[in-house]
């Protein structure tokens, strides 16, 4: 299982961190993805990280403004994105990568809006 | 990395046989065997029901299936159900070692 915590509203150029809890599973040894979806919009990846934190691959859309982590101490990963825009907007979905997208989060919801 | 190609919809009878194609390079499609394909119902979070071009996810019904040819690969869905109807995404590894989406499909059974 993936939680994750409801939604956010925040407005433009703040910042915010969004984080995923596994249980069910071995969390260290499993890799996982943030993938995205804006209202009435299709799937985005957004960023990718190894199951010891030491491999760390992000989309060009968000590269330099979001950050990913996680605490495997603690069952988690984290999202902390920076400068947020309006079409940072979306559902953010935690899902694990064995293969990609085995299992997925519900989702928490971002709003940027002023 | 541009998102991969898929129609916008596709739609077919209770009973029949769909495809749905997902196009992209030699960077991502073409180069690798690392196709994924999911199901999302309104308001749902996705389901993966394809990894690795052709192996189905445990649980996913034989009715779905998957394949590759070239830069394209391709979902089909046999013996329609009304229950499949939803968008469906198609996902890929990149030369980039990022993971790039299709645009989805929406899947109507009339």
């Known amino acids: 299982l993936l939680m994750q915590p409801g939604g956010n509203l925040v407005q433009p150029g703040e910042s915010l961190r969004i984080s995923c809890e596994a249980s069910?599973?071995?969390?260290?040894?499993?890799?996982m993805n943030w993938v995205r979806q804006a209202p009435g919009k299709g799937l985005e990846w957004v960023s990718y990280i190894s199951h010891t934190g030491s491999l760390i691959y992000y989309a060009e859309s968000v590269k330099g403004r979001f950050t990913v982590s996680r605490d495997n101490a603690k069952n988690s990963m984290y999202l902390e994105m920076h400068s947020l825009r309006a079409e940072d907007t979306a559902v953010y979905y935690c899902?694990?990568?064995?293969?990609?997208?085995?299992?997925w989060g519900q989702g928490t919801v971002v709003i940027v809006s002023s | 990395q541009s998102a991969l190609t898929q129609p916008a919809s596709v739609s077919g009878s209770p009973g029949q046989s769909i495809s749905i194609s997902c196009t992209g390079t030699s960077s991502d499609v073409g180069g690798y065997d690392f196709v994924s394909w999911f199901q999302q119902h309104p308001g749902r979070a996705p389901k993966l029901l394809i990894y690795t071009v052709t192996t189905r996810s445990s649980g996913v019904s034989d009715r779905f299936s998957g394949s590759k040819s070239g830069n394209t690969a391709s979902l089909t869905i046999s013996g329609l159900q009304a229950d499949d109807e939803a968008d469906y995404y198609c996902s890929s590894y990149t030369s980039s070692s990022t993971l790039v989406f299709g645009g989805g499909t929406r899947v109507t059974v009339l």
């Open positions: 899902a694990r990568d064995n293969p990609p997208g085995d299992l």
């Open positions: 069910g599973f071995i969390f260290d040894s499993y890799s």
